[in-house]
């Protein structure tokens, strides 16, 4: 029972550094999410995929870059990291957007230090 | 602007105590409603849906009022195992995503 699996569970890198996080979801959902969550802030969606082809940002998209690889994957990726995307990282997975997102699937989280 | 505005607490109860969380949203139109629960340090996850007649799962009761637009979620005899944030969720008509509140978080005390 795999569900939404996220790589890697910790990264630590310098300003500028660039690196992807993996997602993978096991449940044939047709919509994939990402989110930050940073303390008082809350969850904010970074960019989803409605549907395998397609990608639309989300309420902080500014300094990533997402691709649907396929139904199963979606990966986010920080081509310049700053320290303001020190953050843990979600990936979420949902049967579709609408109706269809009312149950969202989630990572077990990504912990991203940016130094 | 999609709003959804909860309290962010903490809660500090002792076990056995009775605690309410209520929750405002901001666009009338909004369709669904859900609590979810996230521990420390781990992912949200679905508690419960808030239906107009409201609804009920063991300890836990979640109402909704559309007409002054807030949901709450009252947690009976609470436990040491409920301490956590707990999230109000409204799929709003319009946006193809939800809407998450910042999250209350809870402390049950012995």
């Known amino acids: 029972n795999a569900g939404v699996t996220q790589t890697p569970k910790f990264q630590v890198l310098k300003t500028g550094q660039s690196m992807t996080l993996q997602c993978a979801q096991d449940?044939?959902?047709?919509?994939m999410y990402w989110y930050r969550q940073d303390p008082g802030m809350g969850l904010r969606l970074i960019y989803y995929?409605?549907?395998?082809?397609?990608?639309d940002k989300g309420e902080v998209p500014n300094g990533y870059n997402v691709s649907r690889l396929n139904k199963r994957e979606f990966s986010l990726r920080l081509e310049s990291a700053a320290p303001s995307q020190t953050s843990v990282y979600f990936c979420?997975?949902?049967?579709?957007?609408?109706?269809?997102?009312?149950?969202?699937?989630f990572g077990a989280g990504s912990r991203l230090t940016v130094l | 602007r999609k709003e959804v505005e909860q309290d962010p607490g903490p809660f500090n109860v002792p076990e056995g105590a009775t605690v309410a969380f209520n929750c405002t949203y901001s666009?009338?139109?909004?369709?669904?409603f859900f609590w979810y629960r996230q521990d420390c340090r781990k992912e949200p996850k679905l508690l419960m849906s808030?239906?107009?007649s409201g609804n009920e799962d063991g300890r836990f009761t979640a109402q909704l009022n559309r007409a002054s637009q807030y949901i709450s979620l009252l947690i009976r005899d609470s436990k040491l195992s409920d301490s956590a944030t707990y999230l109000c969720?409204?799929?709003?008509?319009?946006?193809?995503?939800?809407?998450f509140g910042k999250g209350t978080m809870l402390l049950v005390s012995p």
């Open positions: 449940m044939n959902h047709n919509s």
């Open positions: 808030v239906y107009s």
């Open positions: 969720v409204v799929n709003m008509v319009g946006y193809s995503t939800l809407t």
């Open positions: 666009n009338s139109a909004s369709q669904s």
């Open positions: 995929s409605a549907s395998e082809g397609t990608t």
């Open positions: 979420a997975s949902s049967a579709g957007v609408g109706s269809g997102a009312n149950v969202l699937t």
